[in-house]
Structures are given as structure tokens and as C-alpha cells.
């Protein structure tokens, strides 16, 4: 696992999560809508109607953590072993334990966000965003001692990481306090997208060259441009969170036919007819405004 799969496929979940996190930030910003999540729909009727309110994303994290998961206990001729049969003071697979790890903190995200959108009656920010602050916290632990004993390459590569990871664990902690800061999403999903970008470039750079040669450890040449590629990838990383939120912004405002701004609140006018939510709503302005005419006359002073 811990070849060119152990990156790649990693890495790519982490990027597209960070354009799904792109999209749904560009979405707040340009709209005025809340980023927080609104209350778990009713749950609909019928046998299989419970599966509406279930979070696609918690199961998207659930199931992708469970596989890599499994891919890394399957991946071994000799099975996950922790310690050598032969020599029980040494123990066995330490970067393939630690991945296995990384891969069940995943896993649990989406127990946890699956629990939060479909036990509780309205989806707990503070206890996902918890949970995520505290499973990166650990990952932090885990590359610390990650490329311990690695070649240069190898180091410099996973070192890079290292800042971004404590980036992101400063600011799934903010959001802790500030769960609605859109500055914070914004970091968040770009953070994101360099994590995910960088170890997909990792797998190429370690273990399939797109030149053909291997990089060379003892090349100080080698080494720099490691470091200008992960720069590269920063500000190209940047350029698509741009991107998203031009694109975004584009579809919203001029190919969307089905929403527009409705004023300076910026709340969402659908061309569609009304729904029960717009006609409870009416209802209880026309109740008030009724009752507001019954007190008015109460209210006034005699001659």
C-alpha cells in the first residue's frame, strides 16, 4: 500500500472532496446562503424512505474509507501482521499500519456524519467538525514519524505535507468557534485540494516517473525541484478554486433558469410553483397581518 496506490487514489478523493467543498462554498457566497447544514428533511414514507435522509457524503467518506481499508489488509501476501512470528520484539508493517489507520479515521468521519444527519433531528456541526479537527490531528501524528528512515526524496516529498496538514488542523479547530466564517471554508477546501493534488504527484514522483528515470537522491537538483513542484501545485490549486468560483458563479447568475438573487437579503426565488414551506409562510404573514388589524383599533387613544 504503500506504493503508487497508497498515493494516488488517496490523493484523488482528497482533491475531488476539495472541489465538492469549492462548489458548495462558491454556492454560499454567490447566493447568501448559510453554510451550515439546514435540519434533516421528514423522512418520507415507505419501507426504503429513511434512505432520503441519510448523508450522500458520510457515505461517500464511510465507503471509501472502508475499502482503502481493506485494500491495505488484502494488499499483503502475509496478511496485516503486527509482529514477526519469528521474532516477537519486532514489529511488522509499520507505514502499512499507519496508513490502515488513516484509512479507519476515514471511515468513522462518515459514521459520524452518517449518525449526525440521520439520528439527530438536526445535523450537529460542532460534533462533525469535532470529529474532523480530532482525526486530523492524529493524521498530524501519523506524518510526523511517516518518513522516518525515508531516502531524500522520499523526505522532502512527505515533508511538504507536513504544513499543510497543520494548516488544515488549525483551521478545522477555528471552525470549531466560527463554524459559519466563509474565509475558513475557503482555506479549508484549498487546503484540501493541495493535499489532494500533491499526493497524487507524490505517486508519480516516488514510484512512476513520467520521464521514464527515477529521481535521484543524491542530486541536489532533484531535490529542489521537488519543492518547485509542490509550489507549482500551490498556486495551480489556487487557480482552480478561481476557476470554480467563476464557473460557479457563471451558472448561478446567467445559465441557471430555475433560481435568481431576489433581492438585497440575497435569498433564492424559484420560478417553479410554490412549495407547502412558501405556503405555510404565507399563512402566518396573512394571520399576522389579521390580528395586526383586530389590536389596531384597541391601540389607538379616545378622543
Not at 457566497?29 to 439546514?38: E, F, K
Not at 470554480?244 to 433558469?257: A, D, E, I, K, Q
Request: hydrophobic residues 50%; contains cysteine.
Amino acid at each position: 500500500m504503500g506504493k503508487f496506490n497508497g498515493h494516488f487514489y488517496p490523493g484523488l478523493y482528497l482533491f475531488y472532496y476539495g472541489l465538492y467543498q469549492a462548489t458548495v462554498v462558491s454556492r454560499a457566497l454567490i447566493c447568501n446562503d448559510p453554510l451550515l447544514w439546514p435540519p434533516r428533511p421528514p423522512r418520507s414514507e415507505g419501507r426504503w424512505g429513511w434512505l432520503w435522509t441519510l448523508s450522500y457524503t458520510g457515505l461517500l467518506k464511510m465507503a471509501a474509507g472502508s475499502m482503502l481499508t481493506l485494500y491495505v489488509v488484502f494488499c499483503l501476501e502475509d496478511g496485516m501482521v503486527l509482529m514477526d512470528r519469528h521474532m516477537l520484539s519486532r514489529f511488522m508493517y509499520p507505514r502499512e499500519w499507519q496508513h490502515l489507520t488513516m484509512f479507519v479515521l476515514l471511515a468513522l468521519l462518515g459514521c459520524v456524519e452518517l449518525a449526525s444527519s440521520s439520528l439527530l433531528p438536526r445535523r450537529c456541526v460542532a460534533l462533525e467538525k469535532g470529529a474532523l479537527a480530532l482525526a486530523f490531528y492524529e493524521l498530524l501524528l501519523l506524518f510526523v514519524s511517516h518518513a522516518q528512515g525515508s531516502e531524500r526524496v522520499e523526505l522532502q516529498v512527505h515533508a511538504l505535507l507536513l504544513p499543510v496538514v497543520l494548516l488544515l488542523t488549525l483551521v478545522l479547530t477555528a471552525q470549531l468557534w466560527a463554524p459559519a466564517a466563509c474565509q475558513l471554508w475557503l482555506m479549508e477546501s484549498f487546503l484540501f485540494l493541495v493535499m489532494g493534488s500533491w499526493l497524487v504527484q507524490a505517486g508519480f514522483i516516488l514510484y512512476r516517473p513520467i520521464s521514464g528515470f527515477p529521481w535521484q537522491d543524491d542530486d541536489i537538483g532533484d531535490i529542489m525541484f521537488v519543492t518547485t513542484f509542490f509550489c507549482w501545485h500551490v498556486m495551480a490549486d489556487a487557480l482552480c478554486l478561481l476557476a470554480v468560483h467563476g464557473f460557479s458563479f457563471f451558472w448561478l447568475r446567467c445559465c441557471s433558469p430555475r433560481s435568481e438573487p431576489a433581492g438585497p437579503t440575497g435569498a433564492l426565488r424559484h420560478a417553479g410553483p410554490p412549495g407547502p414551506l412558501y405556503m405555510l409562510l404565507q399563512e402566518a404573514e396573512q394571520s399576522e397581518k389579521e390580528e395586526g388589524a383586530l389590536l389596531l383599533p384597541q391601540a389607538q387613544p379616545g378622543p
